[in-house]
């Protein structure tokens, strides 16, 4: 019996790391009105310190942004417009229909309530429709409100304030010493990006963004990697009905002044210094294996293994899941060449 095989080949997300002053402008009005983890930000620190040099009428629109968690539309928006420049982006939004507007604005919650969600959007005088798509996201820390709160603005508010925030925060941003260091190192990260694979995207995005681990997702057909240095050190993820958003951090290497090695750098080839540690990453590299296995392999207490594996998990050159390690060959990969990076030493 002859069969025909009409199985249509397998499907793979768009995957691209894309990066512009405008992503890092709305990053950092994000990590600047995040109350509860700004402390924790790396920019934090200088913000404060140049906060006296911050007019009045930005001051309102940060704390106007923070009472909204606005940040998230301008995150939403600019997924829709890529824009290049603030002058882009504010000519886009001035051009938004209110069906993209609440369309684009509105957070996705699953594909079940996708109908809801596009129902809702389509009606914005639907008090009683908005509160029950904003009832979803019960629990959530902010994205209840943020629904209530989009409906209670009429467009042309929110496009005002939109426009406003973007380009006062990046008046004052643009005159802080680092902001063109930061952009030249943020437009380095994309060119440094090799065309990315996307048979293969969990592997691609881990290796880029340092360690993020990607699960597939049903109805995701493009996932973008922004590299940032305003929302460092962590890692923002964010969905759309047909998009997943990594921000993640750029690499110190890149901030730091020529000949000032990164604290990476130095901890990587502290844990790399050890005979015992290398061989440890020798026998990982063949196969996955617990403490246990370890131990017996190499004839060592656990007490011990586990300080040495510790040093290596810290390094991110290993990790470990239920009990069982293994080893991050694209943190490794990477970590190989940022000597002679930092030794400007070509490839």
């Known amino acids: 019996m002859k069969i025909l095989n009409q199985t249509p080949p397998a499907e793979t997300v768009a995957l691209a790391v894309e990066q512009s002053p405008v992503w890092e402008l709305i990053l950092g009005i994000a990590g600047y009105t995040h109350g509860q983890l700004r402390h924790t930000f790396e920019l934090d620190e200088s913000w404060r310190a140049d906060e006296e040099t911050m007019s009045p009428s930005l001051a309102a629109l940060l704390k106007e942004i923070e009472e909204t968690?606005?940040?998230?539309?301008?995150?939403?928006?600019?997924?829709?417009?890529?824009?290049?420049?603030?002058?882009?982006?504010?000519?886009r939004l001035a051009g938004i229909s209110s069906t993209d507007l609440h369309r684009w604005l509105l957070p996705y919650f699953d594909r079940r309530h996708e109908a809801l969600r596009l129902e809702t959007a389509a009606e914005p005088e639907n008090v009683e429709l908005w509160e029950r798509y904003a009832g979803l996201f019960n629990g959530h820390d902010y994205l209840t409100d943020y629904v209530r709160q989009l409906q209670r603005y009429s467009q042309s508010d929110l496009l005002k304030l939109m426009t406003l925030v973007l380009e006062a925060w990046q008046e004052w941003s643009s005159k802080r010493s680092d902001w063109e260091k930061r952009l030249q190192a943020l437009a380095f990260e994309q060119k440094q990006q090799r065309p990315?694979?996307?048979?293969?995207?969990?592997?691609?995005?881990?290796?880029?963004?340092?360690?993020?681990?990607?699960?597939?997702?049903?109805a995701v057909w493009a996932v973008k990697l922004v590299p940032q240095v305003s929302y460092r050190p962590w890692v923002l993820t964010i969905r759309t009905n047909d998009t997943k958003l990594f921000f993640y951090p750029l690499k110190e290497e890149y901030l730091l002044e020529p000949g000032i090695p990164s604290k990476e750098l130095i901890s990587g080839h502290k844990a790399l210094g050890d005979e015992l540690r290398l061989k440890l990453l020798f026998q990982l590299q063949k196969n996955p294996l617990s403490l246990q296995d370890l131990s017996i392999q190499f004839n060592i207490s656990k007490t011990t293994l586990h300080h040495q594996l510790a040093l290596l998990k810290a390094a991110k050159f290993v990790a470990v899941e239920k009990g069982v390690y293994s080893i991050n060959s694209a943190k490794l990969e990477d970590f190989s060449g940022q000597l002679a990076r930092y030794l400007d030493i070509s490839q």
């Not at 968690?69 to 000519?91: D, G, M, R």
Request: glycine fraction near 4%; avoid cysteine; aromatic fraction near 14%.
């Open 69 to 91: 968690n606005f940040w998230y539309a301008l995150i939403l928006l600019q997924n829709q417009f890529s824009a290049a420049t603030v002058p882009e982006f504010s000519k």
């Open 196 to 218: 990315l694979d996307a048979k293969d995207a969990p592997a691609e995005i881990e290796r880029v963004t340092g360690g993020v681990d990607y699960v597939p997702e049903p």
